[in-house]
């Protein structure tokens, strides 16, 4: 009830009724225990009471407790269970008295919940149980009786958690376990007569209530299950006497308990009469309502035997004896209690019935089955069976030998778990043993008893346990000794096999007991099946039978002989061995042997051998007596047989030989037989490579010996094992070249051990072990000597020398390769024996060098190789060899290290590091890049293995760092002192640099991988150096393979300075070095020039003076990450003043660098950062004063204009306009990045003004590069700090340079513009496209110089216009000198000038993307070469006047190019290679009137107005047939060609953002034109009929739907999430101002966000001017989560906004008639339109619902005057078809139906199609007329209906049209 379908119908918790009634029963114990009888209430065992809880709070309880109690009786399970709820807190909050009005009521209620369907309802009903009676205790007496049956019932509830909540209910009300069986006793009898009218129940009447049949069907089979084992239990409780010891008196005297009895008795009787003995119940159909049945039979029989008539022994005999059919395996456990008690009490009942037939049969089955999953109730219980059951009934050899074989074929090898397994073995040796015990109840005489013991033997333990034992195929049963049985799993068939034996062992173990000659006939049996096995010489099946015999000698060890038992040897294994060892010998089986070693083992070589002599006529064991052997002759057979027998075998065997030559050595002959073996194997006529692997596989064997054999025993010691033969003999091979290899090297590996590192054990002492690995170092250094890279040869070299070691001459290279695969082969094998020779630190030092070498080697050699792709014989060979040694190396792992001494690790790191210094420098065969990461890896991993303290480790550093001719090349380590390449040779030169290259890129990775610290930082005498040497080389060196330092040594630098910020010595070591090397060096005057312009960010690297690109990159990096500041700008400035003037002269070369240093240290000089105020102002002022002293020297010099080349006074202008940064953002054109003080800014206006003092200043231009640079920056400084103080003159001067910059630009790049047009355009079909894009990169690549001074005057120009504008807002008067409007036409000129310069390059793109979208990407990624250029044209661009644009515009078109000004603006906006401002500044113009008039519609498309149409006639306006519109090229693929295939595109992907940019373009474009206008209506018809919505569909996957349900949307802006704020408040914006603007400005960098923000954007624009667009893509989704989702969004965030502009366009709208009036109300979002004609008249009510657009407008008629139903009907219809159908305001459609009406009055005849005169989507009057009806058309509707009727006749009177 309650419980879903296919529940157990009784819980496992719970034990049978049995069980339980004796765990219900009272102890003698003077504490009774505090829970139920005996521990138990009910059906299971439950925890101590739960503590009481009170409370001091009072409620009105009549009132509250009446409520709930009313809502019980409700159907609603849910409700119930509320009211449950309440009522149980409420009783928890009651006291006693409170209660008592209502237990008359809540025992009624009690009654039926408890049979209510729903679990929980069930369950909650005694949780309330439980707190009534916790408050009411005593209270409850006068309810008791009538609640008594339905509580002890619940307590049997099918569902565990509903019967645990009743026991604790019944609990809580008796605490104690006599008080629970006094109440049991006094209502025992209402307890009989409630359970027994739930028996009487049928589904039919258990429930007044209306419940599927299903369901009453389960409520009946609960009823019925839980009282049946009520019943069962209660009679146990109350009538099961003898278990009641010491209460027995007690209860006795007490007539409670004897009324109790007596009701017990005679309820019992009652009811197994009028149920007929409960036979229908265990034919039920349900599980549950059987095992209560069963439950109940038990009791009776159990207690009230006197109830069972002949008669009803006789009807139960077939149901009860023929319970075997029963198949559930839930009802088993009361089935055989009910069965044994019945067989046990009621033999004659065998009689009553044919019982092969009625039982046998069933019961054969039922074992067949497995018991049906009852395995663990079932096995146990047959032995019990064969107790009870009548010998008579059954005969007796076929009985049992049909028993085991059904009771073997119910076994499941692979399905059973391993407790099912035991429980089967067990029954089948009880059941077996109990036969051979028990075979005289079946057998009169000793024959026939004896008959039938062997009979059992040889039918069952013969031929159906031992054969089933031995018939499991092979393949599925390993050996048992390789697992455990706890390794096993749960239903392995090796588990299987090994119970199986078990039992068969324990069966024979019982049988030995109970009768030698028993065991005799097994032993017998099982000898001459094996025999007949071996007799047949079938190789295969001889061995399957001794590896049968393997596993069960093991289990006969495990289970048998351990525990001192010696049948097993003395009847079963020694004869069985002594007949099949001629067999086994002579066939040599591999089990067999194995089954002898086995054998052998287990009992004992002396006690195996007379066994296996024992039928064999052997002069040996000739002289002895019996079986007993002397150690004399066990070593004679053992010399003279097992020997050369042994030794002498072949590949197949010899491993199963040698297992049996060792497990024959015996403890008391061990010396001899081990010398005895070695000497017959090194013996002169036996020694060979094939005696050599049996002695190998032996040694191996030995050493497994050794483990197992426990310590004291001789043996269990290598040095037990040593022997003369084996050392001499290693040393022979190892200094040799043996001619077989492999075996020797074999051979070595087993004498030396170490081959794991668990296995340690050697054969050998330490002086041969060290004479062995001497031999074979020797062998690989003879091998990296020759063949070798160069470097690695020299370092082998100086280790031979050092070493005083051999090497070996070889005939041909091939022989020492493998020599040396053979001394790798041994070290492989000895690998972890290694550590023995750490006493001899050299040679372990010189052996693990020359495997790291040679590691090295395979690296180097593999990189080679795929590098070349050559690949001979000779590298082929060394690199096998080199690969395997290098895998050796892999195996030396951290275990190993730590098990190396640390002397031996510090001469192996010095090796090391002298090997990979040679190779680094002098090895140059490989890439400079792979090569330095190959070398740095190799070294990395060298260190980890080695584990050095940090000075051994900086030592090493010291070794690898050492000054040599090759390294360094810029700084010498001692004294940092500075190092020159001037006299060196070029050649030389390039060499050795590339050689510094390579070494520096191997520093620089192990500075990445190890940390700067541990690299450069030293401690010597509790004092910190540094290699600062080391840093300034490698930023001169600048960059190397793989890396620069730019990105890579000079980010690890910063990382470290600002983790150790307190280190600053480093810091101030480096610039130290740089500085005197920046000074040292000289330098020309145009690369100074060039240097003193460098963009520091990104350009430094185009400083060609190692010294100074250094010092730059280092300084312009320290005070861009602030790890430096103004203290330290201030030294830095200090240093820079002391060192330009050398006396009273100036120095050059500091002169040279000091304005690079400026640009980097000005801005961090006027940075307070931590100084005090104090500190700050003194370096103000010093700043300040030698400032002014810099320009007044440069005053000195004469004007820029009349400067000469060869006047040396270009550095002291550098050095002034370096102090005067001037930021490069386009937003910040204002800003001064400096405070100046007002004599600093004279000086400087002063300085500006003298550049027009020369003649003609502003018309004499000076041509000199170095002017044209010094005077445009010069404007620019000095517009920015000054420009507050010009005059007209000034800004006469700085317009006439800027226009001149600029032009000079603008002819440079129309130049390029020209030269690309002609290329594309002469391009012929057969050249080829690499050739033709390399052309065009030579074309687009050409600097022009003219940019860099273009580019400082748009910086002025952009302050000038900052200035400007600042004046505009500030209202400042200081700029009165540019209120002239004579300056417009000059500023507009110069914007001109900027314009063209924006449509050039978007011209050369848009020509090259002509040709090819390769070409196009070329010509834009040359742009990025001069980004800050463009980016200052791009930011002019956008603030240009309309008139500059005008100007523009028209001389792009005038030029005459391929492509015009439109193309180049789009080229822009979509380029491959795209600069954000660019793109945002090509938007804007593009949007921008007048080019948005041209650059949405293309060329020689329908010409279009943007008059608004009249109210005359807008048939007029209407374009003929054939003229059609179309949108421009760029443009309409995006919008008229979208496929659904877009929607897979990425969100941020190229083609997506500029589909959007163009529906922005489209839309604002559309938004911006007047209402009614014939371009606005055209292209809104267009988008209509020819746009693909998937727009619609792409947009929303950017808006996050997700967080659009209806808990978000009621929250507040500032609470949502901001991704979906960002969309919403973008929407919002677009429908409020009619333009997405805003979006795009901030959609640079792409990003989702910004993305998501356009798409909002545009949605919002979409429901602004396309509403009827999108309620039509919005009708026809079919998704309806999406739809509603999207319409939760739009009425959240879009609909108010547009409802709000919609109703504010309708207010302010002039219809301009009397006639028609129309009145709006903001509230109701309503419009009411009245239209009056003579006596006619007509109010329409349009109400925008709140979703609006997506759900249509409704319109209503709510008044009418003198106008028929139909013209009403018709009215309305064209009211609702206009406003449904208008893409755009709702003003507009109200309007275009005014004039319908009017067109109506008027007599306009309406289109016969629609309905209407003015077509409700393109507004034209019905023109095309039929020439026979005469009837006028719209045109739309006339196509429509020809193309959906599919003829073109006239729609009234059918005539062809």
């Known amino acids: 009830m309650g419980r879903p379908k296919g529940d157990g119908a009784r819980s496992k918790a719970r034990p049978s009724s049995s069980s339980l009634a004796a765990s219900l029963l009272p102890s003698a114990s003077a504490v009774p225990p505090a829970v139920g009888f005996g521990g138990y209430v009910g059906g299971s065992r439950l925890d101590p009471s739960l503590p009481n809880e009170e409370s001091t709070s009072f409620l009105d309880v009549d009132s509250e407790v009446a409520q709930h109690l009313k809502r019980l009786s409700r159907k609603d399970p849910t409700t119930k269970i509320k009211a449950l709820a309440s009522l149980s807190e409420l009783m928890k909050q009651k006291q006693g008295k409170e209660l008592l009005p209502i237990l008359p009521q809540w025992t009624f209620e009690y009654k039926k919940l408890i049979l209510d369907y729903s679990r929980e309802v069930r369950r909650a009903t005694h949780d309330v149980m439980t707190n009534i009676v916790t408050v009411v205790r005593r209270d409850l007496a006068p309810h008791l009786k009538s609640i008594m049956g339905p509580w002890w019932f619940s307590q049997f509830d099918l569902a565990s958690e509903v019967s645990q909540a009743a026991k604790s209910s019944f609990q809580a009300a008796f605490p104690a376990q006599e008080k629970r069986l006094d109440a049991l006793n006094l209502c025992a009898a209402d307890i009989f007569a409630y359970l027994e009218e739930n028996l009487k129940l049928t589904p039919q009447n258990l429930s007044d209530k209306v419940l599927a049949p299903d369901e009453l069907e389960e409520m009946y089979h609960q009823v019925t299950s839980s009282s049946l084992l009520a019943l069962a239990t209660l009679l146990d409780v109350l009538l099961h006497e003898s278990d009641r010891p010491g209460l027995v008196n007690t209860i006795a005297e007490s007539k409670l308990a004897s009324k109790a009895m007596k009701s017990a008795i005679s309820s019992a009787e009652k009811l197994f009469s009028s149920h007929k003995c409960f036979v229908d119940f265990l034919k039920s159909q349900s599980p549950s309502v059987r095992s209560a049945a069963y439950s109940v039979l038990r009791s009776l029989i159990k207690n009230v035997p006197e109830v069972f008539s002949e008669g009803d022994v006789r009807s139960l005999a077939p149901t009860v004896l023929g319970v075997f059919q029963e198949n559930n395996p839930i009802c088993h456990s009361s089935m055989w209690e009910a069965l044994l008690l019945f067989s046990k009490n009621f033999p004659q009942s065998w009689t009553c019935l044919n019982v092969q037939k009625s039982v046998l049969n069933p019961f054969w089955q039922f074992l067949r089955n497995g018991c049906f999953g009852s395995q663990q109730i079932s096995y146990p219980s047959l032995i019990l069976c064969l107790e009870v059951m009548p010998t008579l009934s059954v005969e007796v050899e076929h009985f049992f030998v049909e028993f085991f074989d059904n009771l073997l074929a119910g076994r499941n090898m692979f399905g059973s778990s391993s407790t099912d397994h035991v429980a089967l073995f067990c029954a089948i040796k009880e059941c077996f043993l109990w036969g051979l015990h028990n075979a005289s109840r079946y057998c ?94 079938n190789l295969e099946v001889s061995d399957a039978y001794a590896g049968k015999m393997i596993d069960f000698l093991l289990l006969l060890e495990k289970y048998s002989v351990r525990e001192g038992e010696s049948w097993p040897l003395d009847h079963f294994v020694g004869p069985l061995l002594s007949k099949t060892f001629p067999w086994i010998k002579s066939l040599e089986l591999l089990n067999g042997l194995k089954l002898l070693s086995i054998s052998i083992s287990v009992f004992g070589p002396r006690n195996i051998v007379p066994e296996l002599m024992g039928n064999k006529q052997s002069p040996i064991l000739s002289g002895d007596n019996g079986w007993d052997i002397s150690p004399e002759k066990f070593m004679e057979v053992f010399r003279e047989i097992f020997i050369p027998w042994c030794m002498d075998g072949n590949d197949f065997d010899t491993t199963a030989k040698l297992d049996l030559l060792l497990s024959l050595i015996d403890d008391e002959c061990f010396t001899q037989q081990w010398n005895d073996v070695i000497s017959y194997a090194f013996s002169s006529p036996h020694i060979g490579s094939n005696n050599l692997v049996a002695v190998t596989m032996l040694l191996e064997k030995a050493k497994d010996e050794i483990s197992k054999r426990k310590f004291g025993r001789i043996g269990s010691q290598p040095d037990h094992w040593h022997h003369e033969l084996l050392e001499s003999t290693a040393v022979t091979l190892v200094c040799s070249s043996p001619s077989s290899k492999r075996s020797a090297a074999r051979f070595l590996c087993s004498l030396l051990g170490g081959s794991t590192e668990n296995v340690g054990i050697s054969f050998i002492p330490r002086n041969s072990m060290v004479l062995i690995y001497r031999g074979v170092l020797e062998k690989l250094l003879s091998f990296i000597k020759q063949y070798s890279f160069n470097s690695m040869k020299e370092t082998c070299s100086s280790i031979i020398a050092e070493g005083g070691y051999s090497v070996f001459d070889a005939d041909s290279p091939l022989d020492l390769i493998k020599m040396a695969e053979f001394a790798a082969e041994v070290l492989d094998g000895s690998f972890f024996s290694l550590k023995a020779l750490n006493e001899d630190a050299s040679l372990l030092a010189t052996i693990l060098a020359s495997v790291f070498i040679i590691g090295l080697e395979n690296r180097m050699t593999t990189v080679m190789v795929s590098n070349s792709n050559e690949l001979t014989e000779m590298i082929k060979a060394r690199l096998y060899v080199s690969g395997f040694i290098s895998d050796l190396q892999s195996k030396m792992d951290k275990q190993f290290w730590e098990s190396i001494c640390y002397e031996v690790r510090k001469r192996l790191a010095s090796i ?141 630098l910063i990382s470290y300075s600002k983790n ?51 010092l730059l990159s280092f300084l312009f990096t320290l005070f861009k990450e602030n790890i430096w500041g103004g203290e330290e700008a201030a030294a830095v400035f200090k240093t820079m003043t002391d060192k330009l003037f050398i006396g009273e002269e100036t120095s050059k070369n500091c002169l040279r660098i000091i304005p690079l240093i400026m640009k980097i240290i000005i801005l961090p000089l006027h940075s307070r950062n931590n100084n005090s105020d104090v500190h700050f102002e003194d370096i103000q002022q010093e700043l300040d004063v030698v400032l002014r002293g810099w ?19 270009q550095d002291w202008f550098q050095l002034v306009i370096s102090c005067y940064p001037v930021s490069e953002k386009t937003e910040e054109a204002n800003k001064q990045e400096r405070c100046v003080s007002n004599e600093e800014r004279t000086l400087l206006l002063n300085l500006f003004r003298k550049q027009k003092q020369g003649p003609n200043a502003a018309s004499v231009v000076n041509r000199l590069p170095a002017v044209q640079t010094l005077l445009s920056k010069l404007i620019v400084i000095s517009v920015r700090y000054c420009g507050n103080d010009f005059n007209e003159e000034d800004w006469e001067f700085v317009f006439s340079n800027l226009k001149r910059l600029i032009q000079s630009a603008v002819v440079g790049m129309e130049e390029t513009s020209e030269n690309i047009n002609g290329f594309i355009t002469g391009i012929s079909s057969a050249e080829k496209v690499n050739e033709t894009l390399q052309r065009l990169w030579h074309i687009a690549s050409v600097t022009d110089p003219s940019i860099d001074n273009a580019k400082n005057a748009l910086s002025a120009f952009s302050s000038f216009n900052a200035l400007l504008k600042h004046k505009l807002v500030e209202d400042e008067v200081s700029l009165t000198s540019l209120t002239n409007e004579t300056w417009d036409p000059v500023k507009d000129r110069i914007l001109e000038g900027i314009l063209r310069l924006f449509f050039c390059t978007g011209l050369a793109e848009a020509i090259a993307d002509s040709y090819s979208h390769e070409a196009a ?112 090229d760029e443009i309409s693929c995006m919008v008229e060609k979208l496929t659904y295939e877009f929607l897979d595109t990425d969100l941020t992907a190229p083609e997506r953002v500029q589909t959007f940019l163009a529906w922005s373009l489209l839309l604002s474009h559309v938004s911006s034109l007047p209402p009614l206008s014939q371009r606005r209506e055209k292209l809104v018809e267009h988008i209509q009929s020819s746009a693909n919505p998937v727009i619609l569909d792409c947009l929303f996957q950017h808006i996050p739907l997700e967080l659009c349900n209806a808990n978000s949307l009621k929250k507040k802006d500032a609470d949502l999430l901001s991704e979906l704020s960002v969309v919403a408040s973008a929407a919002t914006r677009a429908i409020t101002t009619g333009s997405s603007l805003s979006s795009v400005k901030s959609l640079w960098p792409i990003q989702t966000d910004q993305v998501a923000s356009l798409a909002g954007a545009l949605y919002g624009l979409m429901l602004r001017v396309l509403p009827a667009y999108v309620r039509e893509w919005f009708s026809e989704l079919r998704d309806r989560s999406a739809s509603t989702l999207i319409e939760a969004f739009t009425r959240s965030w879009c609909s108010p906004p547009l409802i709000k502009n919609e109703l504010s366009q309708i207010k302010k709208a002039d219809f301009n008639d009397e006639s028609f009036s129309v009145s709006v109300s903001k509230s109701a979002n309503e419009v009411v339109a009245t239209y009056t004609k003579d006596e006619t008249g007509m109010d329409l009510v349009i109400h925008l619902p709140v979703s609006y657009p997506l759900r249509p407008v409704d319109v209503d008629c709510m008044r009418s005057l003198g106008i028929s139903e139909v013209k009403q009907r018709k009215w309305l219809m064209s009211m609702i078809m206009f406003v449904r159908n208008q893409n755009g305001a709702l003003a507009e459609a109200i309007r275009i139906w005014k004039r319908n009406f009017d067109k109506e009055f008027e007599g306009v005849e309406e289109c016969p199609i629609c309905y209407s005169v003015i077509h409700t989507v393109n507004h034209n009057l019905p023109r095309l007329a039929c020439k026979t009806c005469k009837h006028k058309f719209h045109s739309a509707c006339l196509y429509k209906w020809f193309s959906t009727s599919h003829k073109s006749a006239c729609p009234l009177c059918q005539s062809p049209f």
Request: proline share 5%; glycine share 4%; aromatic share 8%.
């Open 1191 to 1209: 320009l007044q020297k440069t005053l000195l010099f004469p004007p820029l204009v009349i400067w000469r080349s060869e006047e040396d006074m």
């Open 444 to 537: 009169d005489g000793p024959d026939s008893i004896h008959d039938l013991k062997v009979a059992l033997v040889d039918k069952v333990l013969v031929k159906l346990l031992w054969q089933d034992f031995f018939e499991l195929p092979m393949d599925r049963n390993p050996p048992i000794q390789i697992e455990t049985t706890e390794a096993l799993s749960a239903n392995s068939p090796i588990l299987y096999l090994q119970e199986l034996g078990r039992c068969i062992i324990e069966i024979l173990s019982g049988i030995y007991m109970l009768d030698h000659k028993l065991l005799s006939v097994f032993c017998m049996s099982v000898q001459e099946s094996i025999l007949k096995m071996f007799q047949k010489e």
């Open 1417 to 1528: 990407s070329i010509i834009a990624s040359s742009r990025f070469n001069h980004l800050h250029f463009w980016e200052l044209v791009a930011s002019l661009v956008v603030d240009s006047s309309p008139r500059a644009l005008d100007r523009a515009v028209k001389a792009v078109e005038f030029w005459g190019l391929s492509k015009g000004a439109i193309s180049s603006l789009y080229a822009i906006l979509f380029s491959s290679k795209p600069i954000p401002s660019l793109q945002f500044a090509a938007y804007v113009v593009l949007s921008t009137e007048p080019i948005s008039r041209l650059a949405i519609v293309a060329e020689g498309s329908a010409s279009l107005n943007e008059e608004v149409v009249n109210n005359q006639d807008s048939g007029n306006v209407e374009l003929p047939s054939e003229e059609r519109l179309c949108l421009r």
């Open 1060 to 1110: 150790e910020p307190s280190d600053g010595v480093l810091l101030n070591s480096i610039f130290d070095i740089l500085l005197n090397g920046a000074l040292a060096h000289e330098e020309n005057d145009n690369q100074s020039l060039t240097n003193t312009w460098i963009d520091l960010s990104n350009d430094v690297g185009d400083v060609k003076e190692p010294f100074l690109r250094a």
């Open 912 to 1052: 090391l590091i002298r090997s990979i210094r040679s190779v680094v420098l002098h090895e140059d065969e490989l890439c400079p890049a792979q090569f330095s990461s190959l070398c740095a890896s190799w070294m990395l991993e060298v260190l980890e293995c080695l584990s050095l303290d940090e000075n051994d480790e900086r030592n090493l550093w010291d070794l690898l760092l050492l000054e040599s001719d090759l390294w360094p090349m810029w700084v010498c380590p001692k004294h940092s002192a500075i190092m020159g390449i001037h006299d060196m040779p070029v050649h030389l030169c390039e060499l050795r640099k590339s050689k510094i290259q390579r070494f520096v890129s191997f520093i620089n990775t192990l500075i990445v991988k190890m940390g700067i610290r541990r690299f450069f930082v030293r401690y010597q005498d509790n004092k910190s150096s540094s290699r600062a040497w080391l840093a300034a080389e490698m930023l001169c060196t600048w960059e190397w393979p793989g890396g620069s330092v730019q990105s890579s040594f000079l980010p690890t």
